[in-house]
């Protein structure tokens, strides 16, 4: 009998766990603080730092099956997805990583050992081939003599790709940084499938099928293409589940796992298709995956970077509905087959489950209002469609008018045998994307950041001020022997009192102080296990070794730490008023306010703000103890604790108690007593990004700050309106009747003038080829008052163009208006685009009536002049 997905991803991670390895949950799919990546796209992103040198874990063996999502930037499978067997847009990679520890050798030994042991996954031997680096004999002989593949199943795999080490069998986390050579194993489907081995002209076939890829890092490629050898060689590992699932449970397609054969059953039922085999039961099926997980990790749609990507597979998703008859909402009613379906690796999605499917829905309904349009439009572009290629200026209006991603299109498109032009495409898209560049920024030189061997002991919960020696110094990010008075740069200590900022907690500042030297901190940063102190010099010298007395700034750091714990019962009261829905989605406090953005998806009534602000008045007053406890991440887990969006965590996590109302793991500084924090005050409550809400508020002296600034006002308010505190409401609510009341009347003055204007121009209007025309610009008359005016001269004229502009602050305003029986011929948007480009503006509007505007008040005479000549062309 064969292996479920769930049971074949829980062996691989406990084969590993037998040989040394720490189990590590997977990382969420937005990664940590890292911009150089749109997603978690490989298995070894969480350790990153860990490779580059910059982070130092209690471990120096890790197996994970981690989530990944390959759908945008430079990993992108998604137009791949349901027309192949094995590509997805979601997928889980099994891996094992040896930080420094095993190499070669044993990596290659465990890989063996796990695929054709019989008390694991027992593959046939016989069905295994190998492929190595080109020059990697050392890998090379491991597999032929150690292991004993037959030679004729291992394969060298040179330069295949252009250039030096751009190989199939060279891995490169970017094109800089920890690279190296890598061995893959593939399994054969046997000859009854079509395809050769790696290597062969057939190699893109489906009978050899890569299942595990081992990298071995050795080297640090830098910016000129030199390679550095690494202080400490590792491995990087991964297998994709939904491969290893398939070549355990006897079939060739990803999508006939059990997993998958689930979820397809599940679409079929919510669509009402019959025919399992449709491919739009597969793209439905995989995009669900990576829609829920995105979201259930922060991800909200949206046009920019992220959130378009996730928006993108939203829809492409809800079109194959559509195709395959469904006829309303269905995608957010997958949510649940999914945790199902998942197990114990859907229980992050199971906690947020409600909140997913509230915001997939939302998504889809929206979507569904333009997509029949669209359609229908894209139908009639390919039915005169000259030739077997659409144009990229249909291509971008699909895009610009009804949200149609042009992989959208194009999949439309390929589904009738036809081609896309994109390059018409970019080049109208050219702006919109050059603003995506600027707002992305997901590409960086990956060793461009100070990495710092050394690591320091952070001493701040229980010291404010202490003694410690300078372990490093950087200035403009080359590590230096001493820093001079004027200089700026960042100081690294063995030990320190100074916070350095996470957990949204910004880092401390103070003063750093050694014999005739003085060093102002400004701001506190992690690098790793090191803690840098950023600042400036004011005086003296400070040299590595030297001993510092490091002082924090104690009033900026108390008021941090009551903002800090106001969050802690801010978020606990959210989850008691608005639902156990609510999580995190990122945070900020600072010595002035604290910034909570948690997941909600509509705008919190003001009862509801009001019910959360005494919830956390009340804890206050109830002045519970603050405590922390270290201990084992799952041990927290279990005890209730909440993990924050975001963070990564070690294995032994800081877990943050205020009495019987909040548990959370945090490492951050905090109040000894909820009863510190003594007052708390909501500012203001409003929306991010779709289903992400955001809290401002402050605490103790601020709040009454803002108290005392509220009365102030209410005061002085009082006294311009003769008021007191017992009848300001009805004094103001008067003194705004009274005002509707002058409004009103002076609203029928202007209509009055208006009419009286209107009256005196129209006999100034004169005749061009038979038709009445009249241009005017006037004085003292308000912008809004011209389509007044033109509608009263339109109604006195009976049949005419009219030209109005006025001039306001150097701004003019221009209104063109046609009557019914001359806009065949003269149409007031063309009209008012004309006149538009002259003035330095834009406008538009209907045939019969459009308005512009612009910014050269000097053009106007001359644009309104040649009114005439260009009406009596159309006439």
């Known amino acids: 009998m064969s292996k479920s997905t769930a049971e074949i991803r829980q062996a691989f991670l406990d084969f590993f766990h037998s040989k040394g390895h720490q189990v590590i949950a997977s990382s969420s799919l937005v990664p940590n603080h890292d911009s150089t990546l749109l997603f978690t796209n490989a298995g070894m992103v969480q350790f990153k730092d860990v490779f580059l040198g910059q982070d130092k874990r209690d471990y120096s063996r890790a197996t994970t099956s981690q989530r990944c999502v390959r759908a945008g930037g430079k990993h992108n499978d998604l137009e791949n997805v349901g027309y192949t067997a094995r590509h997805h847009t979601f997928f889980e990679m099994l891996g094992n990583f040896s930080f420094g520890d095993y190499f070669k050798k044993e990596a290659i030994a465990y890989a063996w050992e796990l695929l054709t042991g019989e008390t694991w996954f027992a593959l046939p031997k016989e069905r295994l081939w190998v492929t190595v680096y080109e020059t990697d004999d050392e890998a090379y002989d491991i597999w032929a003599n150690d292991i004993g593949v037959p030679c004729e199943h291992i394969i060298r795999i040179g330069d295949n790709k252009g250039s030096a080490y751009a190989s199939d069998n060279f891995w490169q986390m970017g094109d800089t940084g920890p690279c190296g050579p890598c061995s893959e194993i593939f399994y054969d489907h046997g000859d009854h499938i079509w395809g050769g081995p790696p290597g062969n002209a057939e190699e893109d076939g489906d009978r050899y099928i890569e299942i595990w890829n081992i990298v071995f890092m050795q080297f640090n490629r830098q910016p000129d293409g030199t390679m550095l050898p690494l202080p400490k060689p590792s491995v990087d590992t991964g297998m994709g589940l939904e491969r290893i699932s398939a070549v355990l449970q006897h079939v060739n397609s990803n999508y006939e796992i059990d997993l998958f054969e689930k979820l397809i059953k599940a679409v079929a039922a919510v669509t009402g298709a019959s025919d399992l085999s449709n491919k739009s039961l597969r793209v439905i099926a995989d995009h669900i995956r990576s829609c829920a997980f995105l979201i259930a990790d922060g991800v909200v749609p949206s046009n920019e970077n992220r959130g378009y990507v996730l928006r993108r597979i939203i829809r492409r998703a809800v079109r194959h509905g559509n195709m395959l008859g469904a006829k309303e909402a269905f995608f957010y009613k997958l949510v649940a087959p999914l945790v199902e379906a998942m ?16 915001i997939i829905q939302t998504e889809e309904e929206q979507f569904a209002k333009t997509l029949e349009r669209g359609l229908t439009l894209l139908d009639d572009e390919l039915a005169k469609l000259q030739g077997d290629t659409l144009d990229g200026e249909t291509l971008f209006r699909l895009y610009d008018t009804f949200g149609f991603p042009v992989d959208l299109t194009a999949d439309v498109c390929r589904e009738r045998n036809l081609k896309i032009d994109e390059a018409g495409f970019e080049k109208a898209m050219e702006q919109q994307r050059q603003r995506a560049r600027e707002a992305s920024g997901f590409g960086a030189y ?10 320091s002991t952070f001493k701040g919960y229980d010291q404010l001020d202490l003694t410690a020696a300078v372990t490093a110094i950087y200035v403009d990010g080359v ?17 320190t009192p100074f916070y350095g900022e996470s957990g949204g907690q910004v880092g401390d500042t103070g003063l750093l102080t050694g014999k005739n030297a003085e060093f102002t901190v400004q701001d506190t940063q992690k690098y790793g296990q090191a803690i840098g102190h950023i600042g400036k010099l004011t005086s003296g010298h400070i040299r590595i070794n030297d001993r510092v007395d490091a002082r924090v700034d104690e ?10 714990s106001a969050t802690h019962l801010l978020h606990a009261a959210l989850c008691q008023v608005l639902g156990e829905h609510v999580a995190q989605k990122g945070s900020l406090v600072n010595d002035k306010y604290l910034r909570f953005d948690f997941s909600h998806f509509e705008a919190m009534k003001p009862q509801e703000i009001r019910q959360v602000e005494e919830i956390v008045n009340a804890q206050i007053r109830r002045n519970l103890p603050v405590d922390t406890e270290v201990m084992d991440i799952d041990a927290a887990k279990g005890k209730g604790a909440m993990a924050l969006f975001g963070e990564k965590y070690d294995q032994h996590v800081r877990v943050l108690t205020m009495g019987d109302f909040s548990i959370e793991l945090c490492g ?20 991010t990004a779709a289903g992400v809400r955001r809290i401002e508020a402050v605490t103790g002296e601020g709040a009454l700050a803002q108290i005392y600034a509220q009365s102030n006002q209410l005061q002085d308010i009082a006294q311009l309106v003769k ?28 209509d009055q003038q208006a009419a009286q204007e209107s009256a005196s121009l129209s006999s100034r209007a004169i005749y061009v080829k038979g038709a009445k025309l009249l241009v005017s610009e006037l004085s003292n008359v308000e912008p809004k008052m011209l389509r007044t005016m033109a509608d009263d001269l339109k109604n006195q004229l009976g049949s005419a163009v009219i030209v109005l502009a006025t001039v306001a602050e150097g701004k003019v305003s221009l209104i063109a208006g046609v009557t019914k029986d001359l806009t065949d011929r003269v149409k007031a948007g063309e009209l008012v685009g004309e006149l538009a480009q002259q003035i330095g503006g834009k406008g538009g509007g209907r045939p019969d009536m459009a308005q512009a505007g612009g910014t050269d008040a000097q053009a106007l005479k001359g644009a309104l002049a040649g009114v005439e000549s260009w009406v009596s062309s159309r006439l």
């Open 446 to 455: 990956y060793s461009n950041v100070i990495s710092i061997d050394t690591a």
């Open 555 to 564: 009033a900026c750091r108390a008021r941090i730490r009551l903002n800090h």
């Open 343 to 358: 197990g114990a690796a859907g229980d992050d999605l199971k906690r947020q489950q409600s909140q997913v499917e509230t």
């Open 723 to 750: 008021a007191n505190s017992s009848n300001l409401n009805d004094k103001v609510r008067g003194l705004v009747d009274h005002v509707r009341a002058l409004e009103k009347e002076l609203q029928q003055l202007r």
């Open 668 to 687: 951050g500084t905090h109040a000894a007593r909820t009863g510190d924090i003594g007052l708390f005050r909501i500012q203001s409550e409003s929306g």
């Open 479 to 495: 590590a230096v022997q001493e820093v001079a008075a004027g200089q700026e740069a960042i100081v690294v200590l063995d030990e």
